[in-house]
């Protein structure tokens, strides 16, 4: 039988023996990742011992961990102390070394994580009126749709299949590409592309240079030219989607350079794919685990949005963002010099036994929620209301015609230090016709 998900960090702790300094170093292990026991073991020693701490890991340029929730939501709220650049994600110093020289050639990504005011505020802007409620409406129909094309192929595998990889991948990856105008010929390399970029340190995630800068530098390269070309494409001929919205923006009279728009597109394709996909094939898992919570969900499908929050905190599908202070300053009262790096831990903010009552039980009709998985201030996640929108269609179709369901093997994590989540999730299951 699969083992039970970590609901003890203390038991996970003892099991594990670690020390402060090594479980500041698991944050920089990206197996770590795909071991929950041990990344909440020392996610919550940290919370609990050293919550401002110091990390020094082989092969990563040092940072402080960050892993309370308020010190998270503070830095996050003080974005002109706080910078995205030139540190917005963590990556190993060979990684971040090649990432510096691509920007000396003016080749780096420039997309919404990486910038600060002014920059940020106009970039933002280009898209955000695609994303607010009255554009989410119209999107609605085609995303309920979606969610029962997915459903009616999982009836068409039977009583098995692996949920996280036929069903939760490729799901918002449509949605998000119809939303582009990108056509569905093209979305089978998106997939590909988009799972190396954040998974390249995933040997499963497709890439034979994996844990290797190479990785990482040969999707971004893919990607840059596959987007240089629909930039060229939509400019010459618009067509009313998102795509052409980007190609055809101008701040400051100008349109966008080559290096801005391929970033714009990257972060619409890959952020509002990978993280909800974690988010759906994690929340069925967690509904598997809890046969409470599933059942109390069955009965009263009103507690749907109670749920997809829920999900959303238990998954927590970005696992970090970093900040570099612009100053010197303190967090919860350790000095922070100017020029250093702070790691801001997304599953530990939202583990976090201060804020959240029992943080360790999954509880569909948790309210209040104060999760901080898709950030806060300035750099909101701009697609909140779209993921928000997808996870609840796919259950609300999903949920009335699952008859049974239970896991068929042992799940698996993204190995990884960015975005994250199950990468198998083999299930068997009966479900009832499509009404």
Request: proline share 7%; hydrophobic share 45%; with cysteine.
């Amino acid at each position: 039988m699969p083992s039970p998900s970590p609901t003890d960090p203390l038991t996970h702790e003892r099991v594990h023996g670690l020390t402060v300094a090594e479980a500041g170093r698991v944050l920089a292990t990206p197996a770590a990742y795909a071991d929950e026991g041990l990344l909440h073991a020392a996610l919550a020693l940290l919370r609990r011992e050293a919550p401002v701490h110091y990390v020094q890991a082989d092969g990563y340029n040092p940072f402080w961990a960050v892993t309370r929730h308020d010190d998270v939501q503070a830095v996050e709220r003080d974005h002109t102390l706080w910078l995205n650049a030139p540190r917005p994600v963590l990556r190993s110093a060979a990684l971040d070394a090649a990432l510096q020289e691509r920007r000396a050639q003016g080749k780096a990504l420039a997309s919404l994580v990486h910038l600060d005011e002014p920059e940020h505020r106009p970039l933002r802007a280009i898209a955000a009126d695609w994303f607010r409620p009255k554009a989410m409406r119209a999107l609605q129909d085609r995303v309920r749709e979606l969610a029962r094309r997915h459903v009616d192929l999982m009836a068409e595998h039977g009583s098995t299949c692996d949920f996280a990889r036929q069903i939760a991948a490729p799901y918002p990856l449509y949605a998000i590409l119809a939303l582009l105008g990108l056509p569905e010929s093209d979305y089978p390399l998106m997939l590909r592309l988009t799972q190396q970029l954040f998974g390249h340190d995933d040997r499963d995630k497709g890439s034979p240079a994996a844990g290797t800068p190479g990785a990482h530098m040969g999707a971004l390269e893919e990607l840059f030219a596959y987007f240089h070309d629909l930039t060229a494409a939509r400019r010459a001929r618009p067509t009313g989607d998102l795509a052409s919205c980007v190609a055809g923006a101008r701040i400051d009279g100008r349109l966008l350079d080559d290096t801005t728009i391929a970033s714009y597109y990257i972060l619409i394709a890959t952020a509002g794919h990978d993280t909800t996909s974690s988010t759906v094939a994690g929340g069925l898992e967690a509904l598997i685990r809890h046969p409470d919570q599933l059942g109390l969900l069955r009965r009263d499908p009103g507690l749907l949005p109670t749920a997809v929050e829920e999900m959303i905190r238990w998954v927590s599908p970005v696992t970090s963002f970093m900040r570099t202070a612009r100053a010197d300053t303190h967090v919860r009262g350790v000095p922070i010099a100017a020029g250093e790096s702070v790691l801001l831990s997304y599953p530990s903010a939202n583990r976090d036994e201060d804020v959240f009552d029992e943080p360790f039980r999954f509880d569909v009709a948790r309210d209040p929620n104060r999760h901080l998985a898709f950030g806060t201030g300035v750099h909101y996640c701009l697609g909140a209301a779209l993921a928000r929108m997808e996870v609840a269609a796919l259950f609300a179709e999903l949920l009335p015609r699952l008859e049974s369901v239970e896991l068929d093997g042992e799940p698996a994590w993204t190995a990884t230090t960015f975005v994250g989540g199950l990468k198998r999730l083999p299930i068997r299951y009966r479900l009832t016709p499509a009404s």
